[in-house]
């Protein structure tokens, strides 16, 4: 059974940081290019940033770059978003995904072949 859950929401002030961690099980880890999206209250979900393989190749959505920084630990079968100078508006539900195909089709989230529940992050002003 593949599951993805994800750990390390939770109530911060702005300016704040905050880590989130997903940890997989019941899939080859390593082949799987991994991604972090978010869905806020009464918006569509939205690609945040996406990790290749060996952990090298990054992408990252212009909202977010350099604040986000996504990683991951193949030994540990996780992927981290480290979350740094919260605002308020990075108030949502956020999801990891895994995919196989491309990191592109996983950030456009037309082939995405695993989610994750989610955590809340709730940023206050």
């Known amino acids: 059974q593949v599951q993805l859950v994800e750990s390390g929401g939770g109530l911060v002030q702005a300016g704040g940081s905050l880590r989130l961690s997903c940890a997989a099980s019941?899939?080859?880890?390593?082949?799987?290019?991994m991604a972090w999206f978010r869905q806020a209250p009464g918006k569509e979900r939205e690609v945040l940033a996406a990790?290749?393989?060996?952990?090298?190749?990054?992408r990252y959505v212009d909202s977010v770059k350099g604040r986000f920084t996504i990683s991951r630990d193949n030994a540990k079968n996780t992927v981290y978003l480290q979350m740094n100078s919260l605002k308020p508006e990075d108030t949502a539900v956020y999801y990891c995904?895994?995919?196989?195909?491309?990191?592109?089709?996983?950030?456009?989230?037309?082939?995405?072949?695993?989610w994750g529940k989610g955590t809340l992050v709730t940023v206050s002003s």
């Open positions: 995904a895994a995919g196989r195909l491309s990191m592109s089709s996983l950030m456009q989230g037309t082939v995405v072949d695993y």
């Open positions: 019941g899939i080859t880890f390593g082949v799987y290019y």
């Open positions: 990790i290749g393989w060996s952990g090298i190749l990054t």
